[in-house]
């Protein structure tokens, strides 16, 4: 990050063709964990916005094809950790007029959206204190037909051997239903199981799918799944959450930082890694999912959607 001529509080990156400004970057944004507890053990380093914007500039190679194109839900805490969480979906007033924005229907108006197509988008956001993205699940110019469906695996405590063996099951299921999946550790406690679509079916079928398959699922383990909404009804199973697969709901974006002590990122992972018992939910932090995210861990995934018909019989076919 190079000084900003009018104060020594700001400095800019370049990002693509543009160069961006960044403000404060020394700002702490995720203190350290005093882990010496009094007894003189170091700390570790402080988090600041120029580090989370480092973060960002470095995976947006990886990052941004998971972006491109979808409205986005925008999670920043200008103050760092210990201050206020703003939840965003209207874009910054001072959105720059060359970054893309998305104008999006809701019940009785519009939402304009925050649309990331590029690295000098990323790294704007970046600098307004965005932590975490959290995507659409469809693209703007096709918000009704979505383009992921994800099952989200959700655990009663925070232990990652349950969602590890329901997502191993998960997989078996849609390998049964040809549909290829992919697996991404949440960087808080579980995980999402992701399918991409042909953008030929609309939400609520999509939904209705899903749920179809988590009852299935559910219905094969029940003493350790369940579909259950209320928590106290689950028993301490764990929850397949689909009800992500909906108009306007978002999911947290593949490389997205959690805002957790150590700043876990919700890393993209291969089947045969999940299997690893030191993979967990918080395996991957800002500073080793480069690493990481080099490797490419969704590269024997197809890019093309596919249909949810020939799916839908599999299915009726099993229940």
Same mark, same amino acid.
């Given at each position: 990050m190079t000084a900003d001529s009018g104060s020594a509080g700001e400095g800019s990156v370049r990002a693509g063709r543009r160069t961006v400004q960044i403000h404060r970057p020394r700002?702490? %944004?995720?203190? /350290?964990?005093?882990?010496? *507890?009094?007894?003189?053990?170091? +700390?570790?380093?402080?988090?600041?916005? /120029?580090?989370l914007v480092e973060h960002y500039r470095s995976v947006a190679r990886y990052m941004l094809p998971e972006l491109k194109g979808r409205p986005l839900m925008l999670e920043r805490y200008p103050d760092g950790?210990?201050?206020?969480?703003?939840?965003?979906?209207?874009?910054p007033g001072n959105y720059p007029d060359w970054a893309r924005q998305a104008e999006m229907p809701k019940k009785?108006?519009?939402?304009? $959206?925050?649309?990331?197509?590029?690295? *000098?988008? %990323? !790294?704007? =956001? *970046?600098?307004? /204190?965005?932590?975490? @993205? $959290?995507?659409? =699940?469809?693209?703007?110019?096709?918000?009704d037909f979505p383009d992921r469906? !994800? @099952?989200d %695996?959700?655990?009663?405590?925070?232990?990652?051997?349950? !969602? +590890?063996?329901a997502a191993l099951l998960l997989r078996e299921l849609l390998d049964e239903l040809s549909l290829p999946a992919t697996a991404m550790t949440?960087?808080?406690?579980?995980? $999402?199981?992701?399918?991409?679509l042909d953008r030929r079916t609309a939400f609520d079928d999509v939904r209705a799918f899903a749920m179809d398959v988590a009852r299935v699922l559910a219905a094969r383990d029940p003493d350790r799944l369940t579909t259950e909404q209320r928590t106290d009804a689950r028993a301490g199973r764990l929850y397949l959450d689909v009800q992500r697969n909906a108009y306007a709901q978002t999911a947290v974006a593949p490389f997205s930082v959690r805002p957790k002590e150590g700043a876990p990122v919700a890393t993209p992972i291969s089947w045969d890694q999940l299997r690893d018992p030191a993979v967990? *939910?918080?395996?991957?932090?800002?500073?080793?999912? %480069?690493?990481q995210a080099r490797t490419r861990p969704w590269s024997d995934i197809p890019a093309r959607g596919r249909s949810l018909g020939p799916a839908r019989r599999r299915l009726d076919a099993l229940r």
């Open positions: 700002k702490v %944004l995720f203190p /350290a964990a005093d882990s010496g *507890a009094g007894r003189g053990t170091d +700390r570790g380093p402080d988090l600041t916005k /120029a580090d950790l210990g201050g206020p969480r703003f939840m965003q979906k209207n874009i009785g108006g519009t939402v304009t $959206h925050p649309v990331c197509d590029d690295v *000098a988008t %990323l !790294v704007f =956001l *970046a600098d307004q /204190a965005t932590i975490t @993205f $959290h995507r659409w =699940l469809s693209q703007a110019d096709r918000p469906l !994800v @099952f %695996l959700d655990p009663a405590e925070d232990d990652f051997e349950p !969602v +590890r063996a949440t960087g808080s406690k579980g995980l $999402h199981v992701t399918v991409r967990t *939910a918080r395996r991957w932090t800002v500073t080793n999912v %480069l690493e």
